[in-house]
């Protein structure tokens, strides 16, 4: 059973340190508990297949959860390893679970994946953006810079007329004369 380490000499010793932590918060009580049950948790937890750098953060996660429901224990139910090693192998649960969920989520995020490109697909998007290439550089100058503007620099309708100097009736017609000359050149692409 417990050492004489800290004070501990028996399983009363680490209740006494529990309701200690639970009245009155004393760090030095839960200090004595997190030396001599951390490499206890981790190695039990070790030993049930949890990688080393799991097995101490389950640990630590388990000494804070003792640190946070110290109230709760009550040395009449329960002796205080047990109490502890419950909570730890409740967490180590948790984490199972989460992985396992995080495994089926990621699993169910793939089918919403796109499937690959064929070399097909690949050919005719090549030339579908020539066309498009093509029938932008028919429009006439004036339509062009407004299309540029709005469409590939983002601009707004008004910011563009003040940047050209024009009229906003004017930059509208012109970016709808260029939208129905793609239209009529590109109408078998939609």
Do not use: C
Not at 21 to 32: G, L, M, N, Q, W
Not at 106 to 135: H, I, K, M, N
């Amino acid at each position: 059973m417990p050492t004489e380490a800290n004070g501990i000499k028996n399983a009363a010793d680490l209740a006494r340190l529990i309701e200690a932590v639970a009245a009155t918060r004393d760090r030095e009580a839960f200090a004595a508990l997190f030396d001599y049950f951390a490499p206890r948790i981790k190695s039990v937890l070790m030993r049930s297949n949890t990688p080393p750098a799991a097995a101490e953060e389950l640990a630590q996660e388990a000494m804070l959860t003792v640190w946070s429901k110290a109230a709760q224990f009550d040395r009449t139910r329960a002796g205080a390893p047990a109490w502890i090693f419950t909570i730890a192998r409740n967490l180590r649960i948790d984490a199972v679970r989460r992985e396992q969920r995080a495994k089926v989520l990621d699993l169910e995020s793939t089918e919403f994946l796109e499937p690959p490109q064929q070399p097909d697909d690949e050919l005719d998007a090549g030339e579908r953006e020539q066309r498009v290439r093509r029938a932008i550089s028919a429009l006439p100058d004036d339509q062009l810079k407004v299309m540029r503007l709005s469409f590939f620099e983002g601009k707004a309708h008004g910011d563009i007329a003040l940047e050209l100097q024009l009229p906003l009736g004017t930059v509208k017609s012109r970016i709808r004369l260029a939208m129905n000359r793609l239209r009529d050149l590109l109408g078998d692409l939609t």
